[in-house]
């Protein structure tokens, strides 16, 4: 039933043009979405009660972060993009490696950026990095659902063919003929909404005071929601399907589930602590 079929909203992929300064909408989700998580961040810090005393990182120690981590995203997202999405290519064109703004981001090489940002800021201040870890995470799906959203926007990284009689099958018009699967929404549904919702509960059930709880916890929810939204977003061309018709985003999800429920058993084993009441 073609008729069924949703005509893809062709959008401009310039989000803002102020004469020569032009901001497209993937890097319009990066500044929202870091913003957007510092203000939550911020919020959940100064609440002692959620972390059963004084939160072990302070407000001037995260304004300080904000610039460890935005780089740790940019740094480790294009290296893991190379690496593991297109090495042949930026092997043969090096020069293309740090023109980001023909796109080409990895989540995974974010991932391990904003790792080594949260390891190398905690030591340097000497701060909890299992604490500092939880409160990254906790603000990690905002950025996640702002740049599915942008994927979306710019008509890229698109679903397989989907079944015309879908109601919400789309036509993309760089996808070819066929309907398609609009998976980039699924990914900021399960990467972002409903991630960031079950954080939100546990830290409202007194997840803070257990360090390393959340961020084990997004670790392991995020790589079931990826492979979950692998099964409907096409491979990279360049990749195709690997072994047993898996994705690269399949094979690099299945160790963060191994190591965040690793970090789970690890922190519900340490005792808790006491909660206290909210300062005036």
């Not at 290296?79 to 043969?92: K, R």
């Not at 070819?176 to 509960?201: C, D, K, M, N, W």
């Not at 005071?209 to 492979?227: D, E, M, N, Q, V």
């Not at 360049?238 to 399949?250: S, V």
Request: charge should be positive; include cysteine; hydrophobic fraction near 50%.
């Amino acid at each position: 039933m073609p008729f069924l079929l949703i005509d893809f909203p062709v959008f401009n992929p310039v989000a803002v043009a102020l004469g020569p300064v032009v901001i497209r909408w993937y890097a319009l989700a990066y500044i929202c979405g870091i913003v957007l998580g510092w203000i939550y961040a911020r919020s959940l810090i100064k609440k002692e009660r959620l972390w059963g005393g004084p939160a072990p990182i302070t407000l001037p120690q995260l304004d300080d972060f904000i610039l460890w981590v935005t780089l740790g995203i940019i740094v480790g997202g294009r290296t893991g993009y190379v690496l593991f999405y297109n090495l042949p290519f930026f092997i043969a064109h090096p020069g293309e490696i740090l023109e980001l703004w023909k796109g080409g981001m990895s989540f995974h090489g974010g991932f391990m950026g904003c790792v080594v940002a949260v390891m190398w800021f905690a030591r340097k201040n000497h701060i909890s990095i299992l604490s500092l870890g939880d409160i990254t995470t906790a603000v990690g799906p905002i950025g996640l659902f702002l740049g599915r959203l942008a994927n979306f926007i710019n008509s890229e990284l698109w679903g397989r063919h989907a079944d015309p009689s879908l109601p919400w099958a789309m036509i993309f018009p760089n996808g070819g003929p066929l309907p398609r699967h609009p998976s980039q929404l699924y990914e900021a549904g399960l990467e972002g909404i409903l991630l960031f919702t079950v954080l939100a509960i546990m830290i409202r059930m007194g997840a803070l005071k257990r360090p390393g709880l959340i961020l084990g916890s997004f670790i392991t929810i995020y790589g079931f929601a990826r492979i979950t939204g692998e099964f409907f977003r096409e491979p990279d061309p360049q990749l195709g399907f690997l072994w047993g018709g898996l994705t690269m985003g399949m094979l690099l999800s299945v160790p963060m589930i191994i190591v965040g429920a690793i970090i789970i058993v690890a922190s519900i084993r340490r005792r808790a602590k006491e909660p206290v009441p909210d300062t005036v």
